[in-house]
């Protein structure tokens, strides 16, 4: 069994789908958050590409969170069932991430709420709610597609299902009832988090807003 | 074997071309739709974009994700899972590197507006001087010649693309000191 480090910092992030699958596949590994200062003064120099998250695998390392992600969920058989069912689980990610990229904007706004919430406001609606409808209406549609599997791509949980449900979590800790026009995503939250492994971990890992 | 068809936009080589070189490196025959109009044809696509490879008329959207797949059957995804994941990490590394980049190259290729110098300075080189040196020392670890590994990967075929375009402006752009 090999040794399992995860390089992040106290956040989900783009560290929780890694966690969500050490723990959805009983896989021991070590949680590491590192201090953010801490980060940008030693380890930065030593890990590839600069960057957190990195997956540390017996001393070989794997940056990027994407990469890590899929790499665990094919380890333990959360990929897709066939390398055709693998593509749509790596088309829909990838679209999350340019989703993500669309939202950068709001993410800042979304950082700084408390301090500044009119910034807030305005970026939810000129940024947030625009790029939520471009790509929900295609999750609403695959998923619908799928027919009552549950989940967005075959009939059983995959890596994206984790990306979506925790991303939905945090903004809608932000902005109540934020996906309320997307039955199929709130259903797929529902079937996701009452997954017995992955509840038992929602209530015990650290608490952040995102 | 299955009947692959690629949908993409004309005139532009972009990721549709990344797809075209692992398909040729592969040595899979396709049929490469390019199209001058392609916003009328985007009701044919899952995800109303394109890059869309058909396989057996099932289609596959998301550049990355159509290359991963034909690179998998086909050896070119690496020889390990371990390398597979670095492979896409160097994909992922680059995506950042262009989302930023892009912000000069668009309207340096004519596709956008803004200053260039400025553009150039505040994005381009950034960019750049985040990125390469990172692809550099990748291929001194390898030794090999390529990216990943001992021998190429669609990361290969991504990164080799983009560097004529950045080889070209660095011997177009005017003498500078600095």
């Known amino acids: 069994m090999p040794e399992y480090r995860l390089h992040y910092i106290n956040m989900r992030g783009l560290a929780e789908c890694a966690r969500q699958l050490f723990v959805l596949s009983g896989t021991p590994y070590e949680d590491i958050r590192h201090d953010p200062q801490e980060w940008m003064g030693q380890l930065k120099a030593v890990s590839a590409f600069n960057r957190l998250p990195f997956l540390d695998i017996d001393d070989k390392v794997l940056p990027q969170s994407t990469a890590i992600n899929r790499y665990l969920a094919k380890q333990f058989g959360f990929a897709g069932k066939t390398p055709f069912d693998e593509a749509r689980v790596d088309a829909l990610a990838d679209q999350f991430k340019d989703y993500w990229a669309d939202l950068v904007p709001f993410t800042y706004a979304m950082y700084s709420k408390e301090k500044d919430p009119e910034t807030f406001e305005q970026k939810k609606n000129e940024v947030a709610i625009p790029a939520r409808d471009k790509l929900f209406h295609i999750l609403e549609k695959e998923y619908k597609a799928n027919g009552s599997t549950g989940f967005l791509i075959g009939d059983s949980l995959t890596w994206v299902d984790l990306l979506i449900s925790d991303h939905m979590d945090v903004l809608e800790g932000l902005v109540p009832g934020f996906f309320d026009d997307f039955p199929g995503m709130m259903n797929l939250k529902k079937t996701v988090t009452s997954m017995a492994k992955l509840k038992e971990w929602l209530d015990k890992r650290p608490q952040t807003k995102y | ?178």
Request: aromatic share 14%; proline share 6%; no cysteine.
């Open chain 2, 1 to 178: 074997m299955p009947a692959y068809k690629l949908y993409y936009y004309f005139p532009i080589r972009g990721l549709g071309e990344l797809v075209r070189q692992t398909l040729a490196l592969a040595e899979v025959e396709f049929e490469d739709v390019r199209f001058e109009n392609w916003k009328d044809f985007k009701g044919q696509t899952p995800f109303g974009q394109m890059p869309v490879l058909f396989v057996d008329d099932k289609p596959i959207p998301q550049s990355f994700a159509i290359v991963r797949y034909v690179a998998s059957l086909h050896g070119l995804a690496g020889k390990t899972s371990f390398e597979a994941a670095w492979v896409d990490a160097i994909g992922d590394q680059w995506k950042d590197f262009q989302s930023e980049f892009k912000k000069f190259l668009f309207p340096k290729l004519g596709y956008g507006e803004g200053d260039l110098e400025a553009l150039k300075t505040d994005h381009g080189v950034p960019a750049r001087d985040k990125f390469f040196p990172l692809i550099e020392k990748q291929l001194k670890e390898t030794d090999s010649g390529f990216l990943v590994g001992s021998s190429v990967t669609w990361a290969d075929l991504l990164i080799a693309e983009q560097v004529p375009q950045i080889k070209k402006w660095i011997e177009s752009r005017p003498e500078t000191k600095a």
